[in-house]
Antibody, heavy 117, light 111 residues
Framework: QVQLQESGPGLVKPSGTLSLTCAVS?????????WSWVRQPPGKGLEWIGE???????SYNPSLKSRVAISLDNSKNQFSLRLSSVTAADTAVYFC??????????WGQGTLVTVSP | QPVVTQSSSASASLGSSVKLTCTLS???????IAWHQQQPGKAPRYLMK???????NKGSGVPDRFSGSSAGADRYLTISNLQFEDEADYYC?????????FGGGTKLSVL
């Protein structure tokens, strides 16, 4: 059973870069899965940010594409999110998730990131 | 890209049944969707995927009270014998080769 755990700073300054890592246990990141990030602003719904395939291929939400980078670290069995030029609108709980063949079937517990001076 | 639409809220009584709807946008009526449950303060949990044919595949440990079905561009989640722990937000998800989208979510209240 794959388990996912997010980590990273809970506070980021405006115009800075948000960086999060998702550690994968119970399975290898090298399997044919999509490794993804999803966020949820306080009191709102889920928003897909983007994902990386085990081959290194990426897909991003067009609304965030210019500011997002998602990458794999095979040596540490984890994947990462970088979101640049953040504003208060990027304050959200950030989830990592994975999809084998279709929908997300495993989710991390989420981590709150607040953008504030 | 596909769009999925959900009603914002639903309610039903303890022990009764409720049917939640996820509607696919024009031109995407054959797409597979997935249902996720998010209880208050928790991460989403994968419930099942529902195909155009109406067949559905549930995730590990999902109770038998949860089932899926389909009609045209609509995909359904039916919860029977409602329990208080079913009070949650329910999101549908769909995807294609380059994107994933979520519906706005349905907040289910158990009365």
């Amino acid at each position: 059973q794959v388990q996912l755990q997010e980590s990273g700073p809970g506070l980021v300054k405006p115009s800075g870069t948000l960086s999060l890592t998702c550690a994968v246990s119970g399975g290898s990141i090298r399997i044919s899965n999509w490794w993804s990030w999803v966020r949820q602003p306080p009191g709102k719904g889920l928003e897909w940010i983007g994902e990386v395939h085990h081959t290194g291929s990426t897909s991003y939400n067009p609304s965030l594409k210019s500011r997002v980078a998602i990458s794999l670290d095979n040596s540490k069995n984890q994947f990462s999110l970088r979101l640049s030029s953040v504003t208060a609108a990027d304050t959200a709980v950030y989830f990592c998730a994975t999809a084998a063949a279709g929908p997300f079937d495993h989710w991390g517990q989420g981590t709150l990131v607040t953008v504030s001076p | 890209q596909p769009v999925v639409t959900q009603s914002s809220s639903a309610s039903a009584s303890l022990g009764s049944s409720v049917k939640l709807t996820c509607t696919l946008s024009s031109g995407h009526s054959s797409y597979i969707i997935a249902w996720h449950q998010q209880q208050p303060g928790k991460a989403p949990r994968y419930l099942m995927k529902v195909e155009n044919s109406g067949s559905y595949n549930k995730g590990s440990g999902v109770p038998d009270r949860f089932s899926g079905s389909s009609a045209g561009a609509d995909r359904y989640l039916t919860i029977s014998n409602l329990q208080f722990e079913d009070e949650a937000d329910y999101y549908c998800e769909t995807w294609d080769s380059s994107t994933r989208v979520f519906g706005g979510g349905t907040k289910l209240s158990v009365l």
